[in-house]
């Protein structure tokens, strides 16, 4: 992160903005872009620019340094970086952000670096896809985005009330087309989240990876890929060209070891009251860490099967096949 920073947690939105603001001028450049929306520019070196897209709220709630995703992963490897914030759930959809990018494009901003990597979740993957058209050739990583949000292509999706006052037809629109010049696209949903899945099934093309996570339901893919510094080790492995299905299949693994997301899966399997699941589940977590509550359910399950008596004494312990694939 910049130097001394003042993103603190007690700052009112409006008086974070404005210590934005002066981190910008300092260091590259601030722009407000209506009264929606707001971009920051750091300028390091020209060989990497890291292009972000996220909310106020999604910033302030979840970084532990109060500043934006980029300066945490770009400030230490000496990249360049961007982020393009929007102070409320506009899906990006303003002519003031159109033109912005349009400039960019005029000003051949993008071709002043050696490599390009968008990145943003859900709604701001979705800008992420959208906007990655103005860097023809950039490496692209997105989780959970929507493809788009009109009502005529996507009126199975109902979760989002506010957008159907949105114009999706209009530019930079269809999130999948927008993807087209890029060289790679990479994109993580949870496939038992229906409508994630579903629009995951329309950015299918030859340049795009994507790779399921499963939560069960309960969200969070960006918090744990933060936490675990993921979205850092794709986007290094992507701009070395090294991250494919199954590079990413590996970085994926160290949620095997994430306790918020056994946490999670745990939760899934005990809503579908599946004993010997949860038995697998619970064996393999207590295989690596010694978890109390992976331990009580282990129990619960054995006792279910039989395989354990109600006073906690382990009966005929049969072995249960380990398939890694129901877990995943």
């Known amino acids: 992160m910049v130097a001394g920073a003042p993103f603190s947690a007690d700052l009112s939105d409006a008086a974070w903005l404005d210590a934005l603001r002066t981190v910008g001028k300092e260091s590259g450049a601030y722009s407000d872009l209506g009264k929606s929306h707001s971009a920051i520019f750091v300028e390091k070196s020209h060989d990497v620019l890291f292009v972000a897209f996220e909310t106020i709220f999604g910033i302030r709630s979840s970084s532990e340094t109060g500043a934006p995703l980029a300066f945490d992963i770009c400030e230490r490897r000496n990249w360049s970086h961007m982020t393009v914030i929007a102070k409320d759930q506009s899906w990006f959809r303003d002519a003031h952000v159109f033109g912005f990018f349009d400039r960019l494009i005029d000003y051949g901003f993008f071709d002043q670096f050696e490599q390009v990597i968008f990145y943003g979740a859900g709604m701001c993957g979705y800008a992420a896809a959208s906007f990655s058209v103005a860097a023809p050739g950039s490496q692209v990583f997105l989780i959970s985005p929507q493809a788009t ?104 693994r160290a949620r095997k070891r994430h306790v918020p997301y056994l946490r999670a899966l745990l939760s899934r399997v005990l809503a579908e009251d599946r004993p010997r699941l949860t038995m697998m589940l619970c064996r393999a977590v207590l295989a690596e860490q010694p978890l109390p509550r992976f331990r009580h359910h282990l129990e619960q399950a054995e006792i279910k099967l039989g395989l354990r008596t109600q006073s906690g004494n382990a009966e005929a312990d049969a072995p249960a096949r380990r398939d890694d694939s129901q877990l995943s």
């Open 149 to 252: 949000l009109d009502r005529a292509r996507a009126e199975w999706d109902d979760r989002f009330p506010s957008s159907r006052r949105l114009d999706f037809a209009d530019r930079y629109a269809y999130a999948p087309d927008m993807l087209e010049a890029a060289e790679s696209a990479y994109l993580i949903y949870d496939p038992d989240e229906i409508e994630d899945s579903v629009h995951a099934s329309l950015f299918a093309a030859p340049n795009v990876t994507t790779m399921r996570y499963r939560r069960g339901g309960a969200g969070a893919i960006e918090t744990d890929m933060k936490s675990m510094s993921l979205v850092s080790l794709c986007a290094e492995a992507a701009l070395r060209g090294e991250l494919n299905q199954s590079r990413l299949a590996h970085l994926m």
